[in-house]
């Protein structure tokens, strides 16, 4: 099997994956280029694990083929698990051990050179800042310094794709923060490709490439630019005296929908800067502030699958609806 480096580092093609009646996955297909930070995003129970879990050698695809650092997930199992580093949701460091342990047991697993293995281990533990704590057992760590560490232990027999499932899932937003610093990082010093899932809008930002997923399928792939330009509307917010009046005002002045959200009437427009002036001049009433903004992930998800990320979770009705529309 070729190692050229512009085979892309991942390729699939129609993959998809039935439980019983079931059919988690529909048919996906995407590449992703070597060097890439690659983001799946979606709702709960949207195929992302799923995926990946295909992905990772650790589930067999219904149908459909992908190949993951140009080795086929199916027929080249132990060389795609050779080249691929895992960070999955949940936990699978031995805490009873050290840190230090935990990577040399990892690295006799994958083989790596015993003498490469020391600098190995100095370079991935100070890179997630847990080098001065490395004789310490695991028990001991905090939530984040255990997901730090299991980042260090993925990326140890220096993988070519490294598939991070929900890698800051359940952490403070201090330790949020400071993980993206070390996958920033990563990106500089290593020649890796990053597969992850999200339900974070704002850490989607920082790929490269989306894919939204809803319902086992993609929906769009692109990056965050190109997706929040697509949805082609500003977001205007005004707070006034009387939001009702406000937005009865702007239903029969400018035919514009708008509804109170975050404690402000909300509305979309396709120039908010131009918009603005004509609201002052024509809306009839007192408008206290104003703010516009341009389109965010969070509308991105909104044009595509029709709800926010946080209601598709939150709200019960609605999980019913998509639990029913397939
Ligand atoms: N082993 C299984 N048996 C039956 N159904 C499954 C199995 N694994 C996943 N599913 C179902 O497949 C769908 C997709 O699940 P998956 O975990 O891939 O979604 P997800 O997008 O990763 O969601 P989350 O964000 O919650 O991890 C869900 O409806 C889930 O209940």
Redesign the pocket.
Known sequence: MTTDIKVPAVSVHELR?R??D?E??KGVSFEVAPGEVFG?L????????????MLCTL?TPTSGTARVAGYDIVTERDEVRRNIGLVF?DPTLDTYLTAEQNLRFHAELYGVPKSLLDGRIRQVLEMVGLWERKDAKVETYSGGMRRRLEIARGLLHSPRVLFL??PTVGLDPQTRAAIWGYINKLRHLEDITIFM?T?YMDEAEYCDRIAI?DH?RIVVIDSPEALKASVGRDRVQIHTGDDEAAIAALKERFGIDAAVHDGAVTFAVPSGEEFVPRLFAELGMPIRSVSVSRPSLDDVFMKYTGTTIRDAEADPASAWRM?AR?
Do not use: L, W, Y
């Not at 979606?42 to 879990?53: E, H, L, M, R, V």
């Open positions: 994956k439980f019983g079931f988690a996955v799946f979606g709702p709960n129970g949207a195929g992302k694990t799923t995926t990946i879990s589930a949701q499932d929900e899932t339900h997923m086992g639990m397939r």
